[in-house]
């Protein structure tokens, strides 16, 4: 059964504070991890997918990694509009098109 | 309108009542989801629709009935709901190959009183 796991539940940063989100996952063969964004009573927002260890992708103060058991996404010198609940998802090489979702981290950056 | 939107965002129904949950998409994708998404709790997909094929059906109760007429336009039609059922409900649609990649509409935030 695929396994997405995130950690921290919650985190607390002060504005110009970097910090990571961990995403662990267990799953049939790795099609994709997909990393979203969610700010409250809101659909989540695509930010990246990565295919294979070794890759990252970046987007403005948004980096994300992937190793062969683990996703980080790191967020350098965060800012309060980076304030939202991040939400990492693999997909299965098993030729199903759902997605597993982890709980997500909520974050809070604080001006 | 552009990505995907749903109707109506805010619903509150009793447990008798039938009421229908609409979505769309704009992006030309050929796959569309539902998802169901209760606090503190990861998001469960309920449907999955592939040009207008239902592919995947997660042992969600009969009382949630999907309906996808085209690939742009999803419905899901509820009756005689449990309280248990309020939650956020998304619609997401993505290609139907390569890269599943999936975007999601606003939600609709249902209560069952």
């Known amino acids: 059964e695929d396994q997405v796991t995130q950690s921290p539940e919650a985190l607390r940063l002060q504005e110009g504070e970097s910090s990571s989100l961990n995403c662990s996952y267990t799953?049939?063969?790795?099609?994709?991890l997909f990393w979203y964004r969610q700010d409250p009573g809101k659909g989540p927002e695509f930010l990246f997918t990565l295919y294979s260890a070794g890759e990252e992708k970046e987007k403005e103060r948004l980096k994300a990694t992937l190793t062969k058991k683990e996703s980080f996404l790191h967020i350098t010198a965060p800012k309060p509009e980076d304030s939202a609940t991040y939400l990492c998802?693999?997909?299965?090489?098993?030729?199903?098109?759902?997605?597993?979702f982890g709980s997500g981290t909520r974050l809070q950056v604080q001006p | 309108e552009t990505g995907v939107t749903q109707t109506p965002r805010h619903l509150v129904m009793g447990m008798t009542n039938k009421k229908s949950l609409k979505c769309e998409q704009h992006?030309?994708?050929?796959?569309m989801y539902w998802y169901k998404q209760s606090a503190k709790k990861p998001l469960e997909l309920m449907f999955v629709?592939?040009?207008?094929?239902?592919?995947e059906n997660n042992s969600v109760p009969s009382r949630f009935s999907p309906e996808c007429p085209n690939s742009s336009h999803l419905f899901l039609h509820l009756h005689t709901l449990q309280p248990e059922d309020s939650a956020l409900y998304l619609c997401a649609s993505s290609q139907n190959s390569g890269s599943y990649e999936q975007y999601f509409g606003p939600g609709t935030r249902l209560t069952v009183t």
């Open positions: 799953v049939s063969g790795l099609r994709g």
């Open positions: 998802a693999v997909q299965a090489g098993t030729g199903r098109r759902a997605l597993t």
């Open positions: 629709y592939s040009l207008e094929e239902r592919v």
């Open positions: 992006l030309g994708h050929n796959a």
